[in-house]
Each structure stands twice: as C-alpha cells, then as structure tokens.
C-alpha cells in the first residue's frame, strides 16, 4: 500500500505511522525525522533545516523532494511505503506524483488526521521524543515512558523538540491552515482522502486507519 498521511502538528501522525507501517509491513517515511537524523548527524542539510525548522515554516520544496525521492528508491519501499509530513503544500503534491509516474507506481489512499486545535496544543505540550531516534514518541500524561525521561524502546534520553515552542507551534499550524490543507482538496480530485477523527486512545484511532484504509482499498 502506498499512502499519505495528513493532519495538522500534533494531530499523532507519527504515533498512527509507527503503528501502521507495522503493520501493514511497509517503511515509515517521515521527512521531520529525516531532517531531525541530518541534524543530530551535523549535516550541511541538517544545518540548513534546523535554521527554519525553528521557526515553523516550511524547508524549500526543491531539497524536501530530493530527500524524498532518494528515500523511495531504496529497496524496502518496493511493496509500499506510508509517507507522514509530506507533501505538504501543493507544488510538493505535484511532485510527488511526477515520482511516483516516473517509478510507474500511484497511491493507494490519504489518510487525513482530523483533531480540534486545542487538543493539539495539548499533545504537542506534553510531547517527548527520544534522541535515538524522533520516531520514538511519549507525552507526559497521555503515553508516558515507564522511567521518566527514559526511551521505552531503546532506553534512549528523552527530550522537548525545540520547535514544540508555543510560538513555533503558532507558526506551524498557520502553515498547516494555508500550505498544507490545500493538499486535501487536491487529493480528493483524485478520489483518494478518508478523513478519521484521531481523537480517542492510540489503539482506538489505529482501529479507525486500518478499518479506513481496507475499505477505501476495497472501493
Ligand atoms: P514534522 O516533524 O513533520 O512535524 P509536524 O507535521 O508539525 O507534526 P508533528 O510531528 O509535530 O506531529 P505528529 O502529527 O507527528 O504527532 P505525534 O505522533 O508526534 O515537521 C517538523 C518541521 O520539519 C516542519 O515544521 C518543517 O519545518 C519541516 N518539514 C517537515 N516535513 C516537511 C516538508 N514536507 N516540507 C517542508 N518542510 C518540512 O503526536 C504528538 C503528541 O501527541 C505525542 O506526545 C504523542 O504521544 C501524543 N499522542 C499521539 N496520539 C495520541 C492520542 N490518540 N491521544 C493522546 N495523545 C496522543
Ligand atoms: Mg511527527
């Protein structure tokens, strides 16, 4: 399956993504981890996204697609792949789909994460990640470690992403709100959004994508 997934920061899609990449058997590809692992790497790429990461705005389309595409050439994402964060405006949309012609391949479905914006300020407060690896996510209340301050999967440290600032956090959903949420007006041209509500318990909403995804496979 070859699919997009799509919500405002916060909304869990990365907690969804890690689960459902599981399975369904396929890679999780994040391009926030991608560049949080170029930065904790020192990278010239890790350089330049840190800077505007920062700041919520968006790192320029032309080095996010060439990060993309290098990342679905490699082999395990010949059954599929589950991308989280990206597209996220409409020229990154476009590209995507000039890819995937170019490997003769198409997605299978978006799956939109849909949460109110004061639940989302409340899970990116709390929110934990592990400096092993961003992929790795906690929250204080919500999903706490079992040793405080301590990763549950690798026994990695714990840290705040220094773009979960309140100020940041107001940037990044004004982004989401005029760059990203175009892109499910784009893709439901092409028959392809399912839109759940991520509220509820972690394994209640992974319920809602796999029950989502199989029927809008099955259209
Ligand atoms: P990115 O890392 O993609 O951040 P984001 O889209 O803002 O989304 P988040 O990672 O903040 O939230 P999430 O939906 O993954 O939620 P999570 O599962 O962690 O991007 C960061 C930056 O990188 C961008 O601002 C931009 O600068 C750059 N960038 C990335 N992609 C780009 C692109 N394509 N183009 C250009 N620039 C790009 O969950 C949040 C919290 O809630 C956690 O604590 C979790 O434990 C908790 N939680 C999850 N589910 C539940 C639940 N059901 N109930 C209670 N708590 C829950
Ligand atoms: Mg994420």
Do not use: W
Request: net charge negative; charged share 25%.
């Amino acid at each position: 399956m070859r699919i997009v997934l799509v919500g405002p920061p916060g909304a869990g899609k990365g907690t969804q993504a890690a689960l459902l990449a599981k399975t369904l058997s396929i890679p999780h590809v994040s391009t926030g981890d991608l560049f949080r692992a170029n930065i904790s790497q020192g990278t010239e790429l890790g350089r330049l996204a840190k800077s505007i990461m920062d700041t919520g705005k968006l790192v320029p389309d032309e080095v996010t697609i060439a990060m993309v595409k290098d990342r679905l050439r490699h082999d395990d994402s010949g059954n599929g792949f589950l991308l989280d964060g990206f597209p996220r405006n409409t020229a990154q949309a476009v590209a995507l789909d000039e890819i995937l012609a170019e490997f003769g391949i198409a997605l299978d479905g978006v799956l939109d994460l849909e949460v109110p914006e004061d639940e989302v300020v409340r899970r990116i407060a709390g929110r934990r990640l592990c400096r092993n690896d961003s992929g790795h996510i906690f929250h204080v209340l919500y999903n706490p470690p079992a040793v405080e301050g301590v990763c549950d999967i690798c026994g990695g440290e714990l840290y705040q992403r220094s773009d979960d600032s309140e100020e940041t956090v107001r940037t990044r959903l004004e982004v989401y709100h005029t760059e990203t949420e175009p892109i499910i007006e784009y893709y439901a041209k092409q028959g392809l959004v399912t839109t759940i509500s991520a509220l509820g318990k972690v394994d209640e909403v992974t319920e809602r994508a796999i029950a989502a995804l199989r029927e809008n496979a099955n259209d």
